[in-house]
């Protein structure tokens, strides 16, 4: 089945550690995408990446970083750095940057 | 300032009845692109359906229609007897093209209720 799967589900993490959310996507996109959800909020776009080893910051990139080393994987680590990481991010992908965005199921991250 | 406002925190349906979820988009780019997202509870955004700007027809996918009414700059989502599993979050979405990104820019979201 192509899709977009996004691990771990939940994770939570204490204050001052970095942590890494999984985002793979089988569906052969050459762009892939990271949002942030908080409640009551539509989607930020944190970076995005239209081709390999190419990604560019969104609107809310400070405190997140990424990679784009394979076509099929885009990671986003969360930093220290970021002052309020707890959220809701959903990781998406399209054919290329002018195509529709299929979303993948998302990572709940609660900072203790 | 805004440039997707989706004004109806929230709505409720009854089952088998139509709805319309409201909104309005700011753009000076004459290449834009119009989105509906669906968010269940699960979280994942569920695309909809899609409305060009230079489409002359409003889009149709089964159930749900885009009353696109350019002049207005609305693209209000239309679903059409609605059933218990419509219940879920909705997004409108707009991407322009001329920055060359075609990044999306998401509204606050309309939180829909079908009773039954």
């Known amino acids: 089945d192509g899709g977009i799967t996004q691990s771990p589900k939940y994770l939570f993490r204490k204050e001052g550690q970095n942590v890494t959310l999984s985002c793979e996507q089988n569906?052969?996109?050459?762009?892939m995408y990271w949002y942030r959800q908080d409640p009551g909020q539509g989607l930020r776009l944190i970076y995005y990446?239209?081709?390999?080893?190419?990604?560019q910051k969104g609107d809310i990139a400070e405190g997140y970083s990424v990679s784009r080393e394979k076509k099929e994987s885009f990671p986003l680590t969360v930093t220290s750095a970021q002052k309020n990481p707890t959220a809701f991010y959903l990781c998406?992908?399209?054919?290329?940057?002018?195509?529709?965005?299929?979303f993948g199921p998302g990572t709940r991250l609660t900072v203790l | 300032a805004q440039k997707i406002t989706q004004t109806q925190p929230g709505m409720f349906v009854q089952e088998k009845e139509a709805v319309t979820l409201d909104c309005t988009y700011d753009?000076?780019?004459?290449?834009?692109?119009l989105f509906w997202y669906k968010q269940p509870s699960s979280g994942e955004m569920i695309f909809l359906i899609y409305?060009?700007?230079?489409?002359?027809q409003n889009a149709t996918e089964g159930r749900y229609s885009l009353n696109f009414q350019k002049a207005r700059k609305s693209a209000n989502l239309v679903i059409s007897a609605s059933q218990l599993g419509d219940s879920a979050m909705y997004f409108c979405?707009?991407?322009?093209?001329?920055?060359?990104?075609?990044?999306?820019?998401f509204g606050t979201g309309t939180r829909l209720k079908v009773l039954a």
């Open positions: 998406a992908s399209s054919l290329s940057k002018a195509d529709t965005q299929y």
């Open positions: 569906l052969n996109h050459d762009a």
């Open positions: 990446s239209q081709i390999v080893n190419d990604f």
């Open positions: 753009t000076s780019d004459p290449s834009y692109g």
């Open positions: 409305q060009g700007s230079y489409d002359q």
């Open positions: 979405a707009m991407r322009e093209g001329w920055t060359g990104t075609y990044k999306y820019i």
